[in-house]
């Protein structure tokens, strides 16, 4: 089993930053994809970036240019840095990580971020 315990989120100012950590802890996959997803009230939970065990990074098109996915050397903790943030960016958001062998996923217990003024 793996464990994801994500921190950071907090209220914060439009134009703001905030930087989400994600720990990850257990028997944790050599092989493995983390990602960061966010859930609005009443929205579907969507993915913000993920960070493939490649190297590779993917972000949805709404947060590029203003977030930005990593990862420790180890890849046990992943990153989400908030920049230019915006109030239709207010949601819960979880880490996620996916075995890449085994095709398991693992979620946390999300973190909420609220940008208001």
């Known amino acids: 089993q793996v464990q994801l315990v994500e921190s950071g989120g907090r209220l914060v100012q439009p134009g703001g930053s905030l930087r989400l950590s994600c720990a990850a802890s257990g028997s944790i996959p050599s092989r493995n994809d983390m990602a960061w997803y966010r859930q609005a009230p009443g929205k579907e939970r969507e993915l913000v970036a993920r960070?493939?065990?490649?190297?590779?990074?993917t972000y949805a098109d709404y947060v590029k240019d203003r977030f930005t996915i990593s990862r420790d050397n180890a890849k046990i903790t992943a990153f989400l840095q908030m920049n230019s943030l915006k109030p239709e960016d207010t949601a819960v958001y979880y880490c996620?990580?996916?075995?890449?062998?085994?095709?398991?996923?693992?979620w946390g217990q999300g973190t909420q971020v609220t940008v208001s003024s």
């Open positions: 996620n990580l996916v075995d890449v062998n085994r095709k398991d996923a693992y």
């Open positions: 960070s493939f065990s490649s190297g590779t990074t």
